[in-house]
């Protein structure tokens, strides 16, 4: 399927549109139409999940109405060395299967309840 991206996502700032291809129940991939890049995700629900409301600006970008209609992922980066591997889990990619439209949200750890985790995350 073939998604219009309504709010950018990080590193792919310029990409258009992204082509979402389903691997198994938790692992998809988005490939940008225009630079052919990869992005590998993970389904939202494979780990534990985090608990958010969409700001409501977010929301009309991505024509929500129902949250039946979203899949959310994780970009998840596999490195050779898997204990390289990671996740970024603070920063979701949102998808509306209804309305075609997604876009990545940046959740605020403070909002989250999680601020402490700002002590333990590496700082670049």
Do not use: W
Not at 20 to 25: C, I, R, V, Y
Not at 88 to 115: A, R, T
């Amino acid at each position: 399927m073939i998604f219009e991206v309504v709010v950018p996502i990080d590193g792919c700032e310029e990409e258009k549109e992204f082509k979402l291809t389903k691997m198994d129940d938790f692992f998809s991939v988005i490939t940008g139409l225009q630079s052919e890049v990869s992005l590998k995700l993970m389904s939202f629900g494979a780990l534990k999940t985090i608990a958010f409301e969409l700001p409501e600006d977010f929301k009309k970008r991505l024509e929500i109405e129902k949250i039946e209609d979203l899949s959310i992922f994780y970009i998840f980066v596999l490195q050779p060395q898997v204990s390289d591997s990671s996740m970024n889990i603070f920063s979701p990619i949102i998808v509306n299967n209804k309305s075609k439209k997604m876009g990545q949200i940046h959740l605020d750890l403070e909002e989250l309840g999680l601020e402490s985790l700002n002590d333990i995350l590496p700082k670049f």
